[in-house]
């Protein structure tokens, strides 16, 4: 199961238990993130687009860390001017490792299962406690 999210202005290709490099998120170390913005999941084959985006699913991670990727060197000249400057530069990053993809369907799923269990116990507690049956007086 993988989802295609949008942050930060790009679409990241995520699957749970990935770790992906974001642009810098406002979230401290250890903190949970959550990503609405989920333009496709695929799940078991079957495939759901968003317009925009799909909804009901919602993407969770937990920040891992932030730091700053390998320095690039930015160089521009001008020719026969003379004119040159160097310059380098480092992006920021925040690492993020992806928990879970929540869908609607899993939610559904959940609800259902809770709903089995609590009609199982009412049945079983039906049957352990004997039916008390009223007399009807008739006048």
Do not use: W
Not at 64 to 80: D, L, N, T, Y
Request: with cysteine; hydrophobic share 30%; net charge positive.
């Amino acid at each position: 199961m993988y989802a295609i999210i949008e942050s930060c202005g790009r679409q990241y290709k995520v699957a749970e238990g990935e770790v992906v490099f974001f642009e810098k998120l406002d979230a401290e170390e250890g903190k949970k993130v959550t990503f609405e913005n989920v333009v496709m999941v695929s799940e078991d084959g079957k495939v759901q687009v968003g317009n925009p985006y799909v909804k009901g699913v919602k993407v969770e991670g937990k920040v891992v860390s932030h730091g700053k990727h390998k320095k690039i060197i930015v160089f521009k000249m001008k020719p026969k001017k003379n004119e040159r400057t160097k310059q380098g530069h480092r992006q920021p990053y925040t690492k993020v490792e992806i928990t879970s993809i929540k869908t609607a369907t899993k939610k559904e799923s959940v609800e259902a299962e809770t709903k089995k269990a609590e009609t199982t116990t009412k049945k079983v507690a039906e049957k352990a406690e004997p039916k008390k049956e009223t007399a009807k007086v008739e006048a």
